[in-house]
T-cell receptor
Framework: SQQGEEDPQALSIQEGENATMNCSYK?????LQWYRQNSGRGLVHLIL?????REKHSGRLRVTLDTSKKSSSLLITASRAADTASYFC????????????FGQGTRLTINP | EAGVAQSPRYKIIEKRQSVAFWCNPI?????LYWYQQILGQGPKLLIQ????????DSQLPKDRFSAERLKGVDSTLKIQPAKLEDSAVYLC??????????????FGPGTRLLVL
């Protein structure tokens, strides 16, 4: 069974707008990671946030983590057409075996 | 830097046939993973190697799936015999290893398998 559940399943916005995707998970984690998948480049790692961190930035990406609610969000600011892809959260369990459990993903479409 | 290589990129077989996938991880990466991604879902871990030893194969259907990592570098994943429900993309990934807990996983392009 998959641990992470992304919300929404699909999101369509205009270029230049911000996109927010949410992820909820069930068990304790060591860290949470976000990946992007498009047909051109496969799965690409975006950002990792550890369980003792609350917020992390990377370029136009902002990730938050609330371990009390077992949830995370990914914000993409000033979206571009190239951001069109599926976004997955993946949790790394507290045992530290680097075994990722992926959610079902959010399909993001940026309209020009 | 060369990425994770996989072959073939596409494979079409009939049910009950056998198929094998090959993966060459990024040089120096100790940990190698095989995932199965069914259309519309996230990747599901099948097996994880650390060098040439198996770390986790709890979700590998061992009655039909097998995997090996010869000499701790390349890896092959085999399905014998294939079933219709094995139609999926098989992704290989690698990372620096268990001693680097913040190391991301780097994914190959995947092999798209269709079982008829």
């Amino acid at each position: 069974s998959q641990q992470g559940e992304e919300d929404p399943q699909a999101l369509s916005i205009q270029e230049g707008e911000n996109a927010t995707m949410n992820c909820s998970y069930k068990t304790s984690i060591n860290n949470l990671q976000w990946y992007r998948q498009n047909s051109g480049r496969g799965l690409v790692h975006l950002i990792l946030i550890r369980s003792n961190e609350r917020e992390k930035h990377s370029g136009r990406l902002r990730v938050t983590l609330d371990t009390s609610k077992k949830s995370s969000s990914l914000l993409i600011t000033a979206s571009r057409a190239a951001d069109t892809a599926s976004y997955f959260c993946a949790t790394d369990g507290i045992q530290g075996a680097q075994k990722l459990v992926f959610g079902q993903g959010t399909r993001l479409t940026i309209n020009p | 830097e060369a990425g994770v290589a996989q072959s073939p990129r596409y494979k079409i077989i009939e049910k009950r046939q056998s198929v094998a996938f090959w993966c060459n991880p990024i040089s120096g990466h100790a940990t190698l993973y095989w995932y199965q991604q069914i259309l519309g879902q996230g990747p599901k871990l099948l097996i994880q190697f650390q060098n040439n030893g198996v770390v986790d194969d709890s979700q590998l259907p061992k009655d039909r799936f097998s995997a090996e990592r010869l000499k701790g570098v390349d890896s092959t994943l085999k399905i014998q015999p294939a079933k219709l429900e094995d139609s999926a993309v098989y992704l290989c990934a690698s990372s620096f290893g268990l001693r680097f807990p913040k190391s991301p996983q780097y994914f190959g392009p995947g092999t798209r398998l269709l079982v008829l």
